[in-house]
């Protein structure tokens, strides 16, 4: 089998003529320090197959979201309009801003100083943001994620006085109207934009409001220092503290937390949660099931794309401050797979929920903990509007997050995609490193160095925990040291013509799940059951259709372990299509009569080893994300 080949193109130039936006901002004192440093929005762009996303996003629903959609139409109330003024406008310029600025699109580009212009040019005397109507926090908070990202990307001046103006109303405020609701399990994503700010102007009120909206939020470290919610919920026992993207949210809750304290206990309580998920509602995707609360490890149940998307941002949040490599593999383990999977090809529609074990997208009275019957069909608002709005920055963070700058002046992969970063390094020269991959489907990566003069500083590189056999050689010397799961440090004198090169043998796999079932694994991703898809329209508005999915094969098949043969084929502009996959894997299968449907989803799951008398098959496994109907958790027979 090929080995993965990572070449790195290094062009290292003179700060003259380049901009100092490339340069990260480390944490001041009292601060605990970032094991890495988030680069500013555009010191990493995305490249090949990952770039072709973002272009579909702006040609779809993404990029035209706001021109048919009443929500984000002009009488948003976040445009001056008499209309929504709550979070629907906040989510989209959280997700359109990095997609502007990524893509290079002049007409996003416009939209989103449209948006910006009027939140900077309305701030209220007293320093109030938003609609004068909106009186909950919980909105601004995700507007200011926009405005950090806007700030970082266009240098706009008038971004950081604002901030300052709105912190300071906050702060008088807080006691008179205390956060409720949303905000309170949500604290942690305003005490990002708090520290972002406090780290450029040093004032130290800004801690004491992070403070504030701490003790005023939920205790999510208690909430998993012993956990009681470990089944499905169901609607009477749902509360906020049980609803997924709260969770998905609340996964980077203990970290930011910790970047005010110190306390060893803040780090092990983040761990403590990615456990309890796991161990209760933890799906093959990566990301854990909540539909659109905590729905335990069937995996029939559904997953909100809201809390994907959060869930992601968490995890590069997480990497920043902890640098845990083990936080690179989830985040390439969801993006990867349980992102592309709820979006359709050409990503003008999406599902509220997805579900690992998917074999129709119909309307139908599912086994969801609390969602309604449209959930699971690919629209434009199925169950309700929130993912509608908060779609688009999955792909875009992703992208901006590839690569960080380590503490020490240097660089740090930690996740892997086609890509390019510059940004300065140790001693204020601007490097360059140019990634070249079909990654996360081809075991190659390559990119050609070119150097103007030499630079000393770090490279950090991420060694994927499945990666055992992984090896690593810079001009073609071998580098001692690697270790799956961590990250392999190389410091040296970088000159025209280097080249690093990453090994990570792509072995299929399997991993164990509910009720015994098992899922198969190449690399980062998912493999599941190619099954045929009819595509049926049910509704039109504007541009956008709502659709239901229904089967054209079997799906009821139990595998038989370790008959797996892996095929490459080429990489199609859009690679998450069942017929147009990169990579399939042969399986040996054969078919489980008694498994059927039961309100349209597969029945529970049979405990495996499962016996069978119908006929041996082989049949097809694609990538998890370019299945839109699919058993990912299969019954397995001796």
């Known amino acids: 089998m090929r080995k993965l080949l990572l070449v790195f193109t290094l ?51 993404s990029g035209h979201l706001d021109e048919f959609w009443a929500d984000l139409g002009p009488q948003s109330a976040w445009l001056g309009g008499s209309g929504e003024g709550w979070e629907r406008g906040p989510y989209f310029l959280d997700g359109l801003v990095p997609l502007a600025y990524l893509t290079k699109d002049a007409a996003l580009l416009a939209k989103v100083k449209k948006w910006m212009d009027w939140v900077l040019l309305h701030q209220q005397p007293d320093g109030a943001i938003g609609p004068v109507k909106n009186l909950d926090w919980w909105p601004n908070y995700v507007m200011l994620k926009a405005l950090m990202q806007y700030q970082e990307a266009s240098g706009d001046a008038r971004v950081i006085p604002l901030m300052e103006k709105y912190f300071a109303y906050q702060a008088r405020h807080m006691d008179e109207r205390p956060l409720k609701e949303w905000a309170i ?22 801690l004491d409001l992070a403070r ?13 220092a012993d956990f009681k919610t470990r089944e499905r919920v ?51 995707s990566g990301i854990f099931s909540a539909d659109e609360h905590y729905a335990g490890r069937d995996p029939s149940q ?16 997480d990497m920043a401050i902890l640098g845990d490599a083990a936080f690179g593999d989830r985040l390439e383990k969801i993006a990867y797979n349980a992102l592309p999977a709820t979006l359709s090809a050409d990503l003008w529609a999406h599902q509220y929920d997805q579900q690992a074990n998917q074999v129709m997208c119909s309307i139908s009275n599912r ?43 240097g660089l740090a992969a930690v996740a892997y995609g086609p890509s390019e970063v510059t940004a300065t390094v140790r001693g204020g020269s601007v490097a360059t490193i140019e990634e070249q991959t079909g990654y996360p489907f081809r075991e190659a990566v390559s990119l050609a160095v070119k150097l ?133 894997i042969a399986a040996k299968a054969r078919r489980l009569p008694q498994w059927t449907l039961v309100d349209d989803s597969p029945g529970i799951l049979p405990v495996s080893p499962v016996t069978t008398k119908r006929a041996e098959e082989t049949v097809t496994l694609v990538p998890y994300g370019a299945a839109k109907l699919r058993i990912t958790a299969f019954p397995w027979i001796e």
């Open 185 to 206: 399990f949500r604290w942690h994503d305003e005490v990002l934009s708090v520290l972002w700010l406090y780290n450029r102007n040093g004032d130290r009120a800004l």
């Open 302 to 317: 559904g997953t909100e794309l809201c809390a994907v998307m959060e869930a992601m941002f968490s995890l590069e949040t």
């Open 452 to 584: 103007h003069g030499t630079v000393r500083f770090p490279l950090a590189l991420r060694i994927p925990g499945w990666a055992g056999a992984a090896s690593v050689t810079v001009n073609g010397a071998p580098v001692a040291g690697v270790k799956a799961g961590e990250f392999l440090r190389i410091e040296r004198e970088w000159k025209d013509g280097d080249r690093v090169e990453l090994r990570f043998p792509m072995e299929v796999r399997t991993s164990t799940w509910f009720n015994n079932s098992i899922a198969v694994e190449r690399g980062p991703l998912v493999y599941s059951l190619k099954i045929g898809e009819s595509w049926h329209k049910i509704k039109q508005t504007g541009p956008a259709a709502d659709w239901e999915v229904y089967p054209t094969t079997p799906w009821n098949y139990a595998l038989l372990k370790g008959a797996f043969q892996a095929t490459e084929k080429s990489i199609a502009r859009q690679p998450y299509t069942a017929d147009a996959a990169p990579v399939e």
């Open 234 to 284: 169901t609607r009477a026992a749902s509360n906020l503290s049980t609803h997924g993207v709260n969770n998905a949210m609340a996964m980077k809750a203990a970290a930011v937390w910790w970047l005010i304290t110190g306390e060893k206990g803040d780090r092990a309580s983040l761990y403590q949660m990615f456990d309890a998920l796991d161990r209760y509602h933890g799906q093959p």
């Open 367 to 409: 086994r969801w903990a609390t969602n309604g019957p449209e959930s699971n069909i690919f629209g434009l608002e199925p169950n309700y509007g929130c993912c509608t709005a908060n779609m688009h920055q999955g792909w875009p963070k992703l992208a901006a997050s590839l690569w960080m700058a380590t503490v020490d002046g």
């Open 11 to 61: 062009a290292c130039l003179t700060t003259s003529g380049t901009r100092a936006a490339n340069a990260p901002v480390a944490n001041r004192g009292p601060l605990q320090p970032n094991a890495f440093n988030p680069l500013p929005l555009g010191s990493v762009m995305p490249k090949g197959w990952l770039l072709e996303q973002l272009r579909l996003q702006a040609q779809g629903l």
């Open 212 to 224: 504030k909206l701490h003790a005023q939020g939920h205790d999510w470290e208690a909430q998993f």
